[in-house]
């Protein structure tokens, strides 16, 4: 099947910083979103992005739909120790039903 | 207020054992999925139900069942032909398949096989 593909796999901050993550693929997706997840818990809705270049904020979070429309990216601006958990990347193509989701990265912050 | 409900949050099951897990959900979703999430495998899907009496295998479907009698509910089996069911299960609804404002997820059942 379709592959997203996340990076890093994993990330040791401390907090205050700035960070960055991608989500890659060899295929063209109409649709991205971020969702995070919180240990034991279900992941959340973070951010939609539906257009080519589209650049969406929430809050500390700013997430682009890659131009290509094969990637997208998730920024968080200056770190908090509740930002710490998994984000995952997920993609809708125009001939799929079901969404695909990337594999996730791993947020850790440093005390 | 609306939203969807796993149960139980923990379950422990012995080897060669069936086991159910519920999903419940009140947002009038049409479709709902079952994923499994092992440790840095991401989340796999297992089942989905795009309508009521409806449901299609995922990509790791082998050695579990599932059923979509009500638009509410849409339990995951896990059947002893499972041969490693230890995970965390995910269970989500969307509104309708190829859901573009994405899924809803519950919090999640952890199933530890003793």
């Known amino acids: 099947g379709q592959q997203l593909n996340q990076s890093p796999q994993s990330m040791f901050i401390q907090e205050g910083e700035d960070v960055s993550m991608n989500c890659t693929s060899s295929?063209?997706?109409?649709?991205w979103l971020w969702y995070k997840q919180d240990p034991g818990e279900g992941p959340v809705l973070l951010i939609a992005?539906?257009?080519?270049?589209e650049l969406t904020s929430n809050g500390r979070l700013t997430a682009q739909f890659g131009i290509t429309r094969k990637d997208s990216f998730l920024n968080i601006s200056a770190s908090i120790p509740s930002d710490v958990g998994i984000y995952f990347c997920?993609?809708?193509?125009?001939?799929?039903?079901?969404?695909?989701f990337g594999k996730g990265t791993r947020l850790h912050i440093l005390p | 207020d609306g939203g969807i409900t796993q149960s139980p949050k923990y379950l422990f099951r012995k080897e060669g054992q069936n086991v159910t897990l519920s999903c419940e959900q009140n947002?009038?979703?049409?479709?709902m999925y079952w994923y499994r999430q092992d440790p840095g495998q991401g989340l796999r899907l297992i089942y989905y139900?795009?309508?009521?009496?409806?449901?299609q295998k995922g990509d790791i479907a082998e050695g579990y069942s599932v059923s979509r009698e009500k638009k509410e509910s849409f339990p995951l089996t896990v059947t002893s032909a499972q041969k490693n069911p230890t995970a965390f299960y995910l269970c989500?609804?969307?509104?309708?398949?190829?859901?573009?404002?994405?899924?809803?997820f519950g919090s999640g059942t952890r199933l530890t096989v003793v």
């Open positions: 139900s795009q309508i009521v009496n409806d449901f």
């Open positions: 947002l009038n979703h049409d479709a």
């Open positions: 997920a993609g809708l193509m125009n001939r799929d039903d079901k969404i695909i």
């Open positions: 992005l539906y257009k080519a270049g």
């Open positions: 295929s063209i997706f109409n649709t």
């Open positions: 989500a609804s969307s509104l309708h398949h190829r859901e573009t404002g994405g899924y809803t």
